[in-house]
């Protein structure tokens, strides 16, 4: 059974960098498939950020492309996003994902809270 | 960027009642419509993908379905644990993007 699980601050100052981890248990990613990011402001729809393949090939949603960054650690079996320059609007419950190759997601990790604010 | 209309915005029912939310997309997606249920305070949970196929372990009692770009996903049967936010995501291209979100509540 594939599990995912974020990871990272809670809080984060404006202006700074947010970054997250989330660690997969019960599948390799070495073994395929995309991974992915989304997130969800309070009481709002869900946003997605990117994709990425542990090849290194990446996704992103033009809107955030400028200031995004993932990575994948095989050797942890994670993969890791970075959000630069964060401002108030980012605050959002943030969540990690297997993409299926028609780019649906499921499973999801259970979503970590980031606020950002000094 | 595609965007993704759902409709209605909440809904109210009862137990046993059958129920369609529906899903419009400003352009083809060909069938590349996703459906998720989120219940508060948990993550999204994949229901229907590519339409109308169901994932595995989803009751039966939901389906989807497509015209043109118009998708629905339906509840034959409201049961209590059916109560939450169901969520339409197209997949055809990125930005992948998602609906505003269904709150289907109890009547």
């Known amino acids: 059974q594939v599990q995912l699980q974020e990871s990272g601050p809670g809080l984060v100052k404006p202006s700074e960098t947010l970054s997250l981890t989330c660690v997969v248990s019960?599948?390799?990613?070495?073994?395929?498939?995309?991974w992915g990011w989304i997130r969800q402001p309070p009481g709002k729809g869900l946003e997605w950020i990117g994709s990425?393949?542990?090849?290194?090939?990446?996704y992103y949603n033009p809107s955030l492309k400028s200031r995004v960054t993932t990575s994948v650690d095989t050797s942890k079996n994670q993969f890791s996003l970075k959000l630069s320059s964060v401002t108030a609007t980012d605050t959002a419950v943030y969540y990690c994902?297997?993409?299926?190759?028609?780019?649906?997601?499921?499973?999801w990790g259970q979503g970590t809270l980031v606020t950002v604010s000094s | 960027d595609i965007q993704m209309t759902q409709s209605p915005s909440s809904l109210s029912a009862s137990v046993g009642d059958r129920v369609t939310i529906t899903c419009r997309a400003s352009?083809?997606?060909?069938?590349?419509l996703n459906w998720y249920q989120q219940k508060p305070g948990k993550a999204p949970k994949l229901l229907i993908f590519?339409?109308?196929n169901l994932q595995s372990g989803v009751p039966s009692r939901f389906s989807g379905n497509e015209s043109g770009t118009d998708f629905t996903l339906t509840i034959s049967s409201l049961q209590p644990e059916d109560f939450a936010t169901y969520h339409c995501?197209?997949?055809?291209?990125?930005?992948?993007?998602f609906g505003q979100g269904t709150k289907l509540e109890i009547k």
């Open positions: 019960g599948y390799s990613i070495s073994s395929g498939y995309y």
């Open positions: 994902a297997r993409r299926y190759s028609k780019g649906w997601f499921d499973p």
């Open positions: 352009q083809s997606i060909s069938k590349y």
């Open positions: 995501q197209q997949s055809y291209t990125t930005p992948y993007t």
């Open positions: 590519a339409a109308s």
């Open positions: 990425l393949y542990h090849s290194g090939t990446t």
